[in-house]
T-cell receptor, first 115, second 117 residues
């Protein structure tokens, strides 16, 4: 069975600080997708990244970066120089490496960035 | 990315009434749609998987007679909450996928907030 663990329930940081959100996953599949989504107070999920299990290269997109380590089954997300607009709930998720399989979500990490 | 819409965005109803939520893929054909439910301050939990033209597959613990899912076309799936009760109040989110290819992405709708009084 697939499982995603986000151990950090809530994090508060002061604006401009860097923050890392942890994600650990379990799966018996040898190939899979990993995701991060942002959920602001409006509720709509905002897609941030999809990474397949073949690609262990770290990725950077502006202030966002992701560290995928297959050896530790982790897919951590770092926000550099955090801003108030980054305040949201962030979900890590996992799915099979197919287009029509559902996502298994972690419980989410609520990030509060204080001005 | 592709667009998935949901209607209504929010709905308030009385206990015992039925509510229909629509999920539409606006610019692609969705062979598979998923329905998730999110209670306040909790994660998204899969309720059911819906393939066009066939019966939905429900997750354990989800009552198929209470949550009726219809996926009659490649662009529309509906979720009907029958005889809604306050404990059904939740945020319902659908997602849609164009197929089985590893290149096919899954796109989420904006969600429908249901409040049952």
């Amino acid at each position: 069975a697939q499982k995603v663990t986000q151990a950090q329930t809530e994090i508060s940081v002061v604006e401009k600080e860097d923050v890392t959100l942890d994600c650990v996953y379990e799966t018996r599949d040898t190939t899979y997708y990993l995701f991060w989504y942002k959920q602001p107070p409006s509720g709509e999920l905002v897609f941030l990244i999809r990474r397949n299990s073949f690609d262990e290269q770290n990725e950077i997109s502006g202030r966002y970066s992701w560290n995928f380590q297959k050896s530790t089954s982790s897919f951590n997300f770092t926000i550099t120089a955090s801003q108030v607009v980054d305040s949201a709930v962030y979900f890590c998720a996992l799915s099979e490496l197919k287009g029509n399989t559902p996502l298994v979500f972690g419980k989410g990490t609520r990030l509060s960035v204080i001005a | 990315g592709a667009v998935v819409s949901q209607h209504p965005s929010w709905v308030i109803c009385k206990s015992g009434t039925s509510v229909k939520i629509e999920c539409r893929s606006l610019d692609f054909q969705a062979t598979t749609m998923f329905w998730y439910r999110q209670f306040p301050k909790q994660s998204l939990m899969l309720m059911a998987t819906s393939n066009e033209g066939s019966k939905a597959t429900y997750e354990q613990g989800v009552e198929k007679d209470k949550f009726l899912i219809n996926h009659a076309s490649l662009t529309l799936s509906t979720l009907t909450v029958t005889s809604a009760h306050p404990e059904d109040s939740s945020f319902y989110i659908c997602s849609a996928s164009a197929g089985t290819s590893v290149y096919n992405e899954q796109f989420f709708g904006p969600g429908t907030r249901l409040t049952v009084l």
